[in-house]
């Protein structure tokens, strides 16, 4: 199927500085907002809890977030979540667990105020909502630690107590109840049917989703994406040196380069949250945008063995309009498909589409307008320097 008929000649190595100025501003421009603006890490990477819930009937947002801040948690961050009709929303919490230093602090010295004096007593925010306390005496009572506790639950909940089976020096594990149950009885406290009807089954709202990540975890999370993309262009450079040889391998790399680049520069310019499936979509990206500067770069080697004696430009050139028609095709039918994800899929589905949709725009225009321009440049310079050392070993033998 051809939609572009066969012989045609648009002059892109004619025209090729004024896309690599583009691509040299929207790179630059994208390096700056990442330094300056920085990216919208989701829960996934920055740590936090993210809690999805669902309404059977229409509700206003600043109602929910007044709900939600009766949960006692730090700074917590309210939005719509898919299309208004849905009624869900997104509650964003920048702790992952509902214990904090200054509350744990508390329930410290109530401890030693109701039950006795404390021998050991650790929290740490990697660990969740879970407290271990020894006390000095080890007779002490479970029933004074248990009415301790019941101070605190109308702010943090309902505690379970374990106590270990050591009944010379026990030890107490004080546990909140999971934050979903939590949050899913305040929201029905408040909003009763409207939030969870359990006499119709048909009506599903509730709590959808809890997520939580403590930031230890979140960085090593993001740092292990960073090597994930680093060793798949490492590996793409070795994989074109050896495929084609090496004046191909530097043009297919910096495209991949100036593929992710751009589109880390969109998600910081709207700050959408970046997760791990942005950095699956990522990944995506860049296969993508390498098969098609490999279909590419297959074309300009077979006209190099096939037009002998035309400048690289030329040849080039040529290779690129042969190829167009399948990149059209190629490109369209994938946007398609990336756009339904977009416009039917919501929430996630919806941000990782968006990151295809900015890839494979830029992916398309950096096999044509970056890759090869890169090439030629790359060939250009290994036969001035083949002509070089051609002319060193002429002057040496005469």
């Not at 002059?11 to 330094?35: H, N, Y």
């Not at 229409?58 to 700074?75: F, H, I, N, Q, Y």
């Not at 793409?236 to 380069?257: E, K, T």
Request: aromatic share 8%; proline share 3%.
């Amino acid at each position: 199927m051809e939609i572009i008929k066969p012989g045609t000649r648009f002059d892109f190595v004619g025209k090729q500085k004024p896309f690599i100025v583009l691509s040299v501003i929207l790179c630059a421009t994208s390096a700056i907002l990442l330094a300056t603006v920085g990216l919208n890490f989701g829960v996934d990477f920055s740590g936090g809890s993210e809690i999805i819930l669902q309404f059977n009937e229409p509700v206003e947002v600043g109602e929910v977030r007044a709900t939600a801040d009766k949960l006692g948690l730090e700074k917590p961050d309210v939005q719509t979540f898919g299309s208004a009709d849905e009624a869900r929303f997104l509650i964003r919490i920048p702790s992952a667990s509902t214990l904090d230093a200054e509350k744990t602090a508390r329930v410290e010295a109530a401890l030693v105020k109701d039950v006795g004096e404390i021998k050991r007593f650790y929290w740490t925010e990697e660990g969740g909502d879970v407290i271990y306390v020894r006390f000095n005496d080890p007779a002490a009572e479970q029933g004074k630690l248990e009415a301790s506790l019941k101070g605190f639950e109308s702010e943090t909940g309902k505690w379970s107590i374990a106590v270990s089976d050591s009944q010379e020096d026990p030890e107490y594990t004080l546990r909140l109840d999971e934050l979903q149950n939590r949050v899913h009885e305040l929201f029905l406290a408040d909003y009763g049917a409207k939030f969870h009807d359990k006499a119709d089954p048909t009506k599903t709202g509730g709590v959808l989703r809890v997520e939580s990540v403590g930031p230890r975890v979140g960085k090593q999370l993001r740092d292990n994406g960073v090597v994930a993309l680093i060793i798949a262009l490492i590996l793409i450079l070795i994989y074109i040196a050896f495929r084609f040889d090496v004046r191909y391998a530097p043009g297919a790399v910096l495209a991949l380069f100036h593929d992710v680049l751009i589109t880390m520069g969109v998600y910081s310019a709207l700050q959408i949250e970046v997760s791990l499936p942005i950095i699956a979509a990522i990944l995506t990206i860049v296969g993508y945008s390498l098969n098609d500067t490999i279909v590419i770069f297959d074309r300009i080697r077979e006209n190099f063995a096939n037009i002998s004696g035309a400048p690289v430009g030329e040849i080039v050139n040529i290779s690129v309009n042969e190829s167009l028609s399948r990149t059209v095709l190629t490109s369209l039918t994938t946007l398609l498909a990336v756009a339904a994800l977009y416009i039917f899929g919501g929430g996630l589905i919806q941000t990782f589409a968006f990151a295809l949709i900015v890839g494979v725009i830029v992916g398309t225009y950096s096999s044509n307008f970056v890759a090869s321009p890169v090439l030629i440049g790359m060939h250009n310079f290994l036969e001035a320097r083949k002509q070089t050392k051609a002319s060193r070993e002429h002057q040496t033998q005469a």
